[in-house]
């Protein structure tokens, strides 16, 4: 089964049900799979690789102590938000070199969470700069590391030059309450910027 361009309904809507495929995104060892692990109802399916020396030069290590593994497809879970709201959950890879299959995996989403370490700010430029070329609403999130700088919201939105209209907000990855806000956050984002391009008359690309 093709996981990548797997639409269990972007926006379907099928017995009073609707499903909708969310993609978890960032860069390297910013919490993705961690994030899908703590929500996913179902063991999640990870494509979770020792790291290599191919990734040297590329993606540092040394940034993330302890990680010795790297996403080198997708992470995916699946989670019952309410009776009548299922989300499909699509992490990317996060090494630089992989990042050839983000259009794929993000094709059919309605929307997008991007994590940001804030040890590592800049890092997020890349992610931020891909998710607004593809017009694909987006929601930042902050994940917190232990240790790690703590940061005023709107101090990020200013560092990585966050439009206004983008959510941003705190979150921790291995928490799922936190993450599950974190998820409505994107759908209830997601719902406005349809809403708005419909009343415009030009409905956004999804995917």
Same mark, same amino acid.
């Given at each position: 089964?093709?996981?990548?361009?797997?639409?269990?309904?972007?926006?379907?809507?099928?017995?009073?049900?609707?499903?909708?495929?969310?993609?978890?995104?960032?860069?390297?060892?910013?919490?993705? /799979?961690?994030?899908?692990?703590?929500?996913?109802?179902?063991?999640?399916?990870? /494509?979770?690789?020792?790291?290599?020396?191919?990734?040297?030069?590329?993606?540092?290590?040394?940034?993330?102590?302890?990680?010795?593994? #790297? #996403?080198?497809?997708?992470?995916?879970?699946?989670?019952?938000?309410?009776?009548?709201?299922?989300?499909?959950?699509?992490? /990317?890879?996060?090494?630089?070199?992989?990042?050839?299959?983000?259009?794929? !995996?993000?094709?059919?989403?309605?929307?997008?969470?991007?994590?940001?370490?804030?040890?590592?700010?800049?890092?997020?430029?890349?992610?931020?700069?891909?998710?607004?070329?593809?017009?694909?609403?987006?929601?930042?999130?902050?994940?917190?590391?232990?240790?790690?700088?703590?940061?005023?919201?709107?101090?990020?939105?200013?560092?990585?030059? !966050?439009?206004?209209?983008?959510?941003?907000?705190?979150?921790?990855?291995?928490?799922?309450?936190?993450?599950?806000?974190?998820?409505?956050?994107?759908?209830?984002?997601?719902?406005?910027?349809?809403?708005?391009?419909?009343?415009?008359?030009?409905?956004?690309?999804?995917?």
């Amino acid at each position: 089964m093709d996981f990548a361009s797997y639409d269990p309904a972007g926006a379907r809507q099928s017995r009073g049900i609707i499903s909708a495929k969310i993609v978890v995104a960032g860069g390297f060892g910013v919490g993705k /799979t961690t994030l899908v692990g703590a929500i996913s109802e179902i063991t999640p399916l990870t /494509t979770e690789a020792v790291m290599t020396a191919a990734g040297v030069g590329i993606d540092d290590p040394s940034k993330v102590p302890g990680k010795e593994t #790297t #996403t080198v497809a997708m992470d995916f879970g699946r989670i019952t938000m309410a009776q009548d709201l299922i989300l499909y959950l699509f992490g /990317t890879p996060g090494q630089t070199r992989f990042w050839f299959m983000w259009d794929e !995996i993000i094709r059919g989403a309605v929307g997008a969470a991007v994590l940001v370490d804030t040890r590592r700010i800049t890092d997020a430029f890349a992610p931020l700069d891909y998710f607004e070329s593809r017009k694909l609403p987006y929601v930042v999130a902050l994940n917190r590391f232990d240790g790690a700088p703590q940061y005023e919201v709107e101090e990020v939105r200013e560092a990585l030059a !966050i439009s206004p209209d983008v959510p941003l907000v705190l979150c921790d990855a291995r928490h799922r309450d936190s993450v599950k806000q974190v998820l409505m956050t994107v759908v209830e984002h997601a719902m406005r910027r349809l809403q708005a391009e419909h009343d415009r008359g030009h409905p956004t690309p999804v995917g």
